[in-house]
């Protein structure tokens, strides 16, 4: 299994532009997250879904748009970029919610100039 | 006040020292974890524990419900050891809540 995997791994974009960080998970897990990492700080919850069709905000939405058309993939579109937006983004999955374990991937480190 | 504190944010330890991270949280819970960051930014689950306490080679995690507090401990630290070590909390949404972390640095 890969586990849950993330691309790209690093990504500059100039003000004003949009892009699709991609995440997928091979281990069948129904939810999945999305959070981004300030240096300093705790991960925060962007978004997450808790199966196919199924979206909800976390704590820092603004700025992003996710979907979940399938169980594997939840892609995280960034409309827009703004330099506030810098951040290393990661993604997660778990079989159900918050009480068991998530697995992370490896993270996108986005710089926006 | 932040939901889940840890300390301290920043460890330096000999090799082969005894090692206690604290994690304290203000929230209700029903699972408290313990999360590794390595330096090149993966991260990995350590532990999930709701009470008592929890082993895995040479590290232990405890926690106290009452007192809303737990803590990881490293026996006989080794510089591999060194990472960036992250409590965090179930939220109302089922999400998790992150400290900021605990920087560890074991020298040799």
């Known amino acids: 299994n890969a586990g849950v995997t993330q691309t790209p791994k690093f990504r500059i974009l100039k003000i004003g532009q949009s892009m699709t960080l991609q995440c997928a998970q091979d281990?069948?897990?129904?939810?999945m997250y999305w959070y981004r990492q300030d240096p300093g700080m705790g991960l925060k919850l962007i978004y997450y879904?808790?199966?196919?069709?199924?979206?909800d905000k976390g704590e820092v939405p603004n700025g992003y748009n996710v979907s979940r058309s399938t169980t594997e993939d939840f892609p995280l579109r960034l409309e827009l970029a703004a330099p506030s937006q810098t951040s290393v983004y990661f993604c997660?999955?778990?079989?159900?919610?918050?009480?068991?374990?998530?697995?992370f991937g490896p993270g996108t480190r986005l710089t926006v100039l | 006040k932040n939901e889940v504190e840890q300390s301290p944010q920043n460890l330096t330890a000999q090799e082969g020292e005894f090692i206690t991270i604290n994690c304290s949280y203000s929230v209700g819970i029903s699972a408290l974890h313990w999360l590794q960051q390595h330096p090149g930014g993966g991260i990995v689950s350590l532990f999930m524990l709701s009470s008592g306490k929890k082993k895995h080679g040479r590290l232990i995690a405890t926690i106290n419900i009452q007192e809303k507090h737990s803590s990881l401990h490293i026996t006989a630290s080794h510089p591999r050891d060194s990472a960036v070590y992250i409590c965090?909390?179930?939220?109302?949404?089922?999400?998790?809540?992150f400290g900021k972390g605990t920087k560890l640095s074991v020298k040799p």
């Open positions: 997660a999955s778990s079989y159900s919610g918050g009480g068991n374990e998530q697995f």
């Open positions: 281990m069948n897990h129904n939810y």
């Open positions: 879904s808790v199966g196919a069709g199924i979206t």
């Open positions: 965090a909390v179930r939220g109302s949404q089922g999400n998790l809540i």
